[in-house]
C-alpha cells in the first residue's frame, strides 16, 4: 500500500518500497498527467544518496517513457531543493524526488512536486494512492532506461549551476567575502556538500567539511540535524573556532547549526533570527509563517515590528500557501525547514544556511550574540520536544481520547483555547502544549513551549502521566 504522509512517501526498503510499488505510483502519476493534458510538458526526476534511490528513479522515468512522457533526468545526487527548483524553472506540472529524506537508512521514499515547484497537496497525494491500489503490476508498461535515454524520452539534464547562481543572486556576496568567515559544514553523508560549499568558497570563507563521503547507512546515525546526532560537529566548531557549523539532513532541505559557542541553535532559534535579520538589518516588510508546533517567540517578534505571525497545520505545503496568500517575509517549522519569500516555494537547507552566514557577514556580529539581542528584547521561550512510539492499538485508543472524546488533564497552567486543527493543541495564558501523530514516522510527537524549562517538563509529565505515555 501507497501511502502518503506530509513528507512524501516513505517505506521500509524490500518490504514496501519496491520496484513494483515505485514503478506502480510513477504510472498513477503518468495516467494523472495524461487526465490533466499536461503530459507533455514532461516531468523532472531526480534522486538523493539512499539506497536504492538512483535505480528507483530510473524504474519511474521507465513507466514514464512508457508513456511517451519526456523525463528531465538529473543523473547525479540532488538536494529535494534544487528538484523543486527545476520544477520551477522548466515550468513543469510535476516532478519526483526519490528520497527518505531524515527517516533511518532502511526507508527510501518520494516525494511529488507540482506547478511552481511546491509540495503536492494532500488532495494529490490521496487520489494518486487510491489509484495505486487499482493497478496490477501486469498493467504497468515499462521501457527500458538505456532503451528511453536512446530514444529521446529521457533527457540528462545538469541544473547545479544555475540553482546555486539563483542563491549566489539572492544573498549579499560581497559582505561575506569581506568577513573571512570560517564554516564546517556537515552534510550527514546527504546531498548538499557540492552546491554550500561552492556558494561559500565563492564568497571566500574558509570551509571545512565533515562526513561528506557517500554512506547509505550515513555512519550509523539518522541523517537528521539535531542536537542529538551533531556532536561531531560540535567538537569541529569548537576545536577550529569556526564562526558557525552548518549541517543538512538527508536530503538538504533542513538544517541544523552549531554557534560560535558550540552550541546547538535549536531551528525555532534559526527561524527567529532570519526573520529578525530580513526585517530589522535588511527591512524587508510583511508577516511570518509557522507551523503550530513552532515557536511562539516568532509571533512576539512579528508583532514587535507591526506583523503578523499565521499558524498553519503541519506539512511545508500549508506554509507555502501561506506565504502566497499573506506575501510573508519568511515561514517555518520546528524541524529544520524553512523559506524565503522569492525563493522556491518548498524549504531549502542550502539557501538557508547561505542566508545565515550573509546574517553573520553585514551584522558583523556573532550567532549567539545575535540571539541574546532578541531575547533581550522578547523574552525566552523554551520548548521540550518527546516522541513516543506507538502501535495501532495505542493510537486508536489516543487518537479516542484526544480527538474525538476531546479529554484533557486538569492541567496548572491556566486553559485560554484549545485547536484540534492538527492534532491537540491547548493554549496557556503564557504558553502551549501540543500532542499529534507524525506524518512520516511511527510516532506520537508531544512539543510544549513555556517561559522557564521546569514548566515545560511538567507540563509534558502532567500529559503524559494522563494519556499513560513515557517520555522518552
Known sequence: MITFGTGGWRAIIGDEFTRENVQR????????????????????????????????????????????????????????????????????????????????????????????????????????????????????????????????????????????????????????????????????????????????????????????????????????????????????????????????????????????????????????????????YRHWHGPAVRNLATTHLLDKVAHAFGEACYEVPVGFKHISAAIDEHNAVIGGESSGGLTVRGHISGKDGIYAGTLLVEMLAVTGKKLSELYREITDQFGECYMVEHDCKFDAQLKANLNQRLMIDKQLPAFAEHVERVSYLDGCKVYFSDGWIIVRFSGTEPLLRVFCEMPTLSRAEAVCEQMADFLGLKLN
Open 25 to 280: 505510483l510513477a504510472f498513477a502519476l503518468a495516467q494523472r498527467m495524461e487526465a490533466e493534458d499536461v503530459a507533455s510538458r514532461g516531468i523532472c526526476i531526480g534522486f538523493d544518496r539512499r539506497f536504492l534511490s538512483r535505480q528507483a528513479a530510473q524504474w519511474a522515468a521507465e513507466v514514464m517513457a512508457a508513456r511517451r512522457i519526456h523525463t528531465y533526468f538529473i543523473n547525479r545526487e540532488a538536494p529535494t531543493p534544487l528538484i523543486m527548483y527545476t520544477v520551477q524553472q522548466y515550468g513543469l506540472y510535476y516532478g519526483m524526488a526519490v528520497t527518505a529524506s531524515h527517516n533511518p537508512a532502511l526507508y527510501n521514499g518520494i516525494k511529488l512536486f507540482t506547478k511552481g515547484g511546491r509540495d503536492a497537496k494532500q488532495e494529490v497525494t490521496d487520489e494518486l494512492s487510491a489509484a495505486c491500489a487499482k493497478i496490477a503490476r501486469e498493467d504497468i508498461p515499462v521501457l527500458d532506461y538505456e532503451k528511453a535515454l536512446a530514444a529521446g524520452y529521457v533527457e540528462i539534464i545538469s541544473p547545479y549551476n544555475s540553482y546555486i547562481d539563483t542563491i549566489i543572486r539572492a544573498v549579499n556576496m560581497d559582505a561575506i567575502r569581506s568577513r573571512g568567515l570560517k564554516i564546517v559544514l556537515d552534510p550527514m553523508y546527504g546531498v548538499s556538500r557540492t552546491a554550500l560549499q561552492t556558494i561559500l568558497l565563492t564568497a571566500r570563507c574558509e570551509v571545512d567539511v565533515i562526513h561528506e563521503r557517500h554512506d547509505t547507512l550515513f555512519g550509523g546515525r539518522l541523517p537528521a540535524p539535531n542536537e542529538r546526532t551533531l556532536g561531531a560537529l560540535r567538537g569541529v566548531v569548537e576545536e577550529t573556532c569556526a564562526d558557525i557549523g552548518i549541517a543538512t539532513d538527508g536530503d538538504a532541505d533542513r538544517l541544523g547549526i552549531i554557534d560560535d559557542e558550540g552550541k546547538f541553535v535549536h531551528p525555532n532559534e534559526i527561524l527567529v533570527l532570519l526573520y529578525y535579520y530580513l526585517v530589522k
